[in-house]
Structures are given as C-alpha cells and as structure tokens.
C-alpha cells in the first residue's frame, strides 16, 4: 500500500520507514509536523496516514487535528493513529465522522510488530482497528447512565473486541466459544443498543460510537 507517516521522533518516523519498506510498502512521504502532513497528502493522497498525536509546535492536539481534516477533505484516505495517549474527545470526533478506514494504537504495540501490520491492513481495506486499552478508556463509565449497563458480560466482551476490529470468527477463537454463539451476542447487542434495524452503516461500529462521548 501507500503510505504518508507523520511523527515528530526522528528515531520512531525512521524505524517505521524500514519496516514498511522492508514489507513491501510504498512510503510516499516521512514528516515531522501537521502541516507537512497536509501538504503531503495534498500532493499524493495516500491510501493510508499513520500520524502521532501530538506534534510541533504545541505537542497537543495538531497531529489528530490534521487526521480529522484530512478525513474530511479525502474521505477515502485510512487514517491509523499512533500515540502514547488516549484523547477521547478527539478520538470520539475522528471516529464519528464515518465508521471505516480508522485506527487508534498506542506506540507499544508497534513493538508488536506482525499486529500493527495487521492493523495497517485492516485500516486501508476499510476496517477499524483499536489498541485493547484505547477500547477501555472509550468505553469507560461515567457519572451518566452507564449505556453498557443492559448489556451482560459475555456481551461486553464481544463488544470490546468488536471495538477492536475482530471479525466474529476472531472473537469466538479469543473467547473460546461458538461462532454461532458471538452471532447470537452481536444481535443481542445490537439489539439492546437500538440498532438492529440501522440500514445504511456499519452497526458494529455505531455499536462502538455509541459510546465514545463519555
């Protein structure tokens, strides 16, 4: 595939590089700021941006703000991003502006490295992708009414890996159970969420954005 990076180490922006090329990746651009990103994705959209959070000047929010312009000016453009945080706010906007083609790791797990390629793949063929604790903390609880709380465990479960970009047959090797059984769970969830009968997008996904505004 075809890639634009965006990271402010040197080192990392580097050693990813290597890695892509070294895996038969095409790495169109490597830069060091949001505006570089813009640039660079203005000149040859990509089919897939991997982009820090936090970057110059500020090392706030400029990287994920890139990520969300650049979802609204080339919607079909896979947006993967890389950090050592969990922006909730941020990652609520990014995720609900279309439920496809997203991806929120944390940088731990490019030290795994056949997940974050399989993530990459995942994002540029439309899929989500989602580090385990960007899950949690997206769907932690708040002083509102927990939306979770009709839901049961085994269903909770099946929901965080869903979150995860599993596919059922994925999630019932994970939880040692049926694929029959995680289909009769997803429909409960759905079910249960009020999206059983969403025509149009992706409800395991709604399932997901349902909550990312706590």
Same mark, same amino acid.
Request: charged letters at 25%; a negative charge.
């Given at each position: 595939? *075809?890639?634009?990076?965006?990271?402010?180490?040197?080192?990392?922006?580097?050693?990813? /590089?290597?890695?892509?090329?070294?895996?038969?990746?095409?790495?169109?651009?490597?830069?060091?700021?949001?505006?570089?990103?813009?640039?660079?994705?203005?000149? %040859?959209?990509?089919?897939?941006?991997?982009?820090?959070?936090?970057?110059?000047?500020?090392? %706030?929010?400029?990287?994920?703000?890139?990520?969300?312009?650049?979802?609204?000016?080339?919607?079909?453009?896979?947006?993967? &991003?890389?950090?050592? +945080?969990?922006?909730?706010? +941020?990652?609520?906007?990014?995720?609900?502006?279309?439920?496809?083609?997203?991806?929120?790791?944390?940088?731990? *797990?490019?030290?795994?490295?056949?997940?974050?390629?399989?993530?990459?793949?995942?994002?540029?063929?439309?899929?989500?992708?989602?580090?385990?604790?960007? /899950?949690?903390?997206?769907?932690?609880?708040?002083?509102? &009414?927990?939306?979770?709380?009709?839901?049961?465990?085994?269903? *909770?479960?099946?929901?965080?890996?869903?979150?995860?970009?599993?596919?059922?047959?994925?999630?019932?090797?994970?939880?040692?159970?049926?694929?029959?059984? &995680?289909?009769?769970? &997803?429909?409960?969830?759905?079910?249960?969420?009020?999206?059983?009968?969403?025509?149009?997008?992706? *409800?395991?996904?709604?399932?997901?954005?349902?909550?990312?505004? %706590?």
């Amino acid at each position: 595939m *075809r890639l634009i990076l965006a990271e402010d180490s040197a080192l990392l922006r580097e050693g990813l /590089v290597r890695l892509l090329t070294d895996e038969g990746h095409e790495v169109l651009a490597a830069v060091g700021d949001a505006e570089q990103l813009l640039a660079a994705v203005a000149a %040859t959209p990509p089919d897939l941006i991997v982009v820090d959070v936090r970057m110059p000047p500020t090392h %706030t929010d400029e990287g994920l703000r890139a990520a969300l312009e650049i979802r609204r000016r080339w919607p079909d453009v896979g947006v993967l &991003v890389l950090s050592q +945080y969990v922006e909730k706010r +941020y990652a609520a906007e990014l995720l609900g502006g279309t439920a496809s083609g997203v991806g929120y790791l944390l940088k731990d *797990r490019v030290v795994q490295v056949g997940e974050f390629l399989d993530a990459l793949d995942r994002v540029a063929a439309g899929g989500a992708a989602f580090d385990p604790e960007v /899950v949690r903390q997206l769907l932690a609880r708040t002083t509102r &009414v927990d939306p979770l709380a009709a839901l049961t465990p085994r269903e *909770r479960d099946v929901l965080e890996h869903m979150a995860q970009g599993c596919t059922n047959a994925h999630i019932a090797a994970k939880l040692h159970v049926s694929q029959s059984a &995680v289909e009769k769970h &997803v429909n409960a969830i759905f079910d249960k969420l009020d999206l059983a009968h969403v025509t149009g997008y992706s *409800r395991r996904v709604l399932a997901v954005l349902r909550y990312l505004g %706590t």
